[in-house]
């Protein structure tokens, strides 16, 4: 049975199930079944480097293109009470190396994602000076 | 009037408003209003460095002691619908530098502020190779 292709977010879709689909599939580069999570004009923000996305085929393609072994997976997700914005913290394996990741999702009206902004913060030595207040893990 | 230093989070507290004092308050280094959002047993935990804090007390020392004439506004706030776990976009201005930070914040029975993961991603040059498919802004 193969019905990722053809499936809908639906009207009635829990962002939170999108979300944890997207993910799933995005981590088995299931790309007919993460294509069908987004809206066609759905817009992809990376504010960190200034970078947008229009559309879903772009947004695909950059996706599939995406270079390196990266596996993903999904540490919490907030969704708001209207349905329509979630926050998601990933943790990304890149190579070996693990990777935090923020997304801010928003959805149109048939569930779909049309919305979303990408955060990847990387790790830095803290600033001296607060050793007093902190433990390391 | 100040009752700022004596008000309470309250059984009833909207996260949403909750974090809205918490923000202003860090802005205007008015330390009694932040410290009524939060909880005794805090949690602050900064994943990049690996630091935790733990207690009101501490985390208070680290904010009034953090270096840098740094200023805050909230650019979005998403909470979840049993109000217990919020997640927030603010726009930092550091020394005429503008800075994107990510907030998980988790809220406890009386409404107040008991555990806060802070995400500091930091601007970078976008890797070639897709340049087909972004804009710039």
Known sequence: M??????????????????????TA????DWDTFAATLADEV?????????RIRGKEPYLAFNREYP?????????IVADR????????TLF???GQELHAV?????DAQGRIDGITDFW??????PAGREHLVERY
């Open 2 to 23: 193969t019905t990722s292709a053809d499936s809908s977010a639906g009207p009635t879709a829990d962002p939170r199930a999108t979300v944890g689909r997207y993910w």
């Open 26 to 29: 995005a981590d088995l580069r």
């Open 43 to 51: 817009v992809y923000d990376l504010p960190q480097t200034r970078e």
């Open 68 to 76: 390196g072994d990266w596996r993903v997976r999904v540490e919490r």
């Open 82 to 89: 209207d349905g329509r914005q979630v926050a998601v913290r």
């Open 93 to 95: 394996t890149v190579d």
């Open 103 to 107: 997304h801010f999702l928003t959805f």
């Open 121 to 126: 913060p990387e790790p830095y030595e803290p």
